[in-house]
């Protein structure tokens, strides 16, 4: 799992000149940093923490990140922006968050939401060289808050209800089942949430539109639960010798052959 990404590591850990590794989150109004209504966090989103941590591992590494996420997006409504938001660009790693908005279809709409993530997959593999991780989803709300904004309200109900009668939690099954299919591994934040919950904790006021955008808190939970699987399935990869381990810093040299 992740050999390329950890190839390109090493290719850019070794060699300068070599392009940066790019990084494409494909996904919904998680993956875009939706948070209150419209209000975007571009610095807080997942994948920029997890941008941070990443350089703060491979120091001699440059990360590009190309945020595909959409508000109110489905994997079936990303189908034909598919090749435009990431086969073109050959990524090198491909987050695919979806879930939250094909769930509130119901149960009647997961064969198709099953066909659809598959299908997005195996383009992906056949166009690409790009790995994959999937994000199983966060929990939805289980009852209703003032921080609902009211252009939101309308969506209450089966917001409520995808979340209270385990629909959410068929369609991350869902995810991971496909996840095994293609030997592709799961940062499983569906089970975080669960762990929570489990606790005694209740995880509705940790959404901060009172819906389905996790808080600031949750965004960085996203990316220390992607983080930790990079690295916990890294291969040994060597940096300027075989005996040493991936992680260890290189030195940067110029041009000229001079240390900086």
């Known amino acids: 799992m992740l050999e390329h990404l950890y190839g390109r590591i090493k290719e850019k850990t070794e060699n300068n000149g070599s392009a940066p590794i790019l ?98 997959v195996e383009r992906i593999k056949t166009t690409t060289q790009a790995d994959i991780i999937i994000l199983t989803p966060n929990f939805m709300a289980s009852y209703e808050t003032s921080r609902i904004a009211e252009v939101h309200r309308k969506y209450i109900g089966v917001i409520l209800k995808t979340q209270k009668d385990g629909i959410l939690k068929e369609y991350s099954d869902t995810l991971k089942h496909i996840a095994g299919e293609f030997n592709i591994p799961v940062a499983d934040i569906y089970a975080e949430w669960v762990a929570m919950a489990a606790a005694g904790i209740d995880t509705t006021p940790f959404l901060i539109n009172g819906l389905n955008h996790p808080d600031a808190e949750r965004q960085k939970l996203i990316a220390e639960k992607v983080f930790s699987l990079i690295r916990k399935i890294s291969i040994a990869v060597p940096s300027t010798d075989s005996s040493a381990p991936f992680e260890t810093p290189l030195v940067c040299n110029n041009d000229d052959g001079h240390k900086k």
């Open 23 to 120: 990084i494409i989150p494909f996904g919904d109004s998680v993956t875009q940093g939706c948070m209150a209504a419209g209000i975007i966090d571009h610095t807080g989103v997942y994948h920029n923490i997890l941008k941070q941590k990443l350089e703060e591992a491979y120091p001699q590494c440059t990360f590009s990140v190309y945020n595909a996420g959409i508000s109110g997006a489905s994997a079936g409504s990303s189908l034909p922006r598919l090749d435009r938001d990431v086969i073109q660009h050959r990524p090198d790693l491909v987050i695919l968050g979806f879930c939250l908005n094909d769930a509130t279809g119901g149960l009647e709409q997961l064969e198709s939401f099953k066909q659809n993530i598959r299908f997005i």
